[in-house]
């Protein structure tokens, strides 16, 4: 499917990495809220940086994927959801974001960009 894929960010590796991503962020012990940040650079290698981006990579790879993978990278992405839930905030001004606000992930406060 990533080999597949006429999609720039669906590239052979990628749901490994995003996956692996996706469950770093959550890594930290502790109770203290995550905050997700914007990829320093654009490039699809760089953009998995930003966890959201990631998310928004494996909802890809699930929407493409036979039942069978794809119910079973569902399962290990659902558990990841549920601490991303858990672990950020949500953004009280997502409502007046337009952009990319009909996904979940993108509507939990974030730090700024990289390094400011
Ligand atoms: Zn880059």
């Known amino acids: 499917m990533e080999r597949l894929s006429y999609d720039y960010f669906v ?3 990628v749901t490994d990495r995003a996956l692996r991503r996706y469950r ?3 890594q930290p012990p502790g109770r203290r809220p995550r ?6 650079c654009s490039c699809r290698g ?8 990631a998310r928004d990579v494996l909802e890809k790879v699930l929407r493409r994927l036979p039942p069978r993978p794809r119910a079973e990278l569902a399962r290990q992405v659902h558990v990841l959801d549920r601490r991303y ?4 905030l949500p953004d009280p001004l997502a409502p007046h974001r337009p952009w990319r606000s009909n996904r979940w992930w993108w509507r939990r406060q974030a730090d700024g960009p990289e390094g400011t």
């Open 11 to 13: 590239f052979p590796g």
């Open 24 to 26: 770093a962020f959550l």
């Open 35 to 40: 905050f997700p940040r914007e990829a320093g």
């Open 46 to 53: 760089c953009s998995l940086d930003d966890v959201r981006h």
């Open 85 to 88: 839930a858990e672990r950020t």
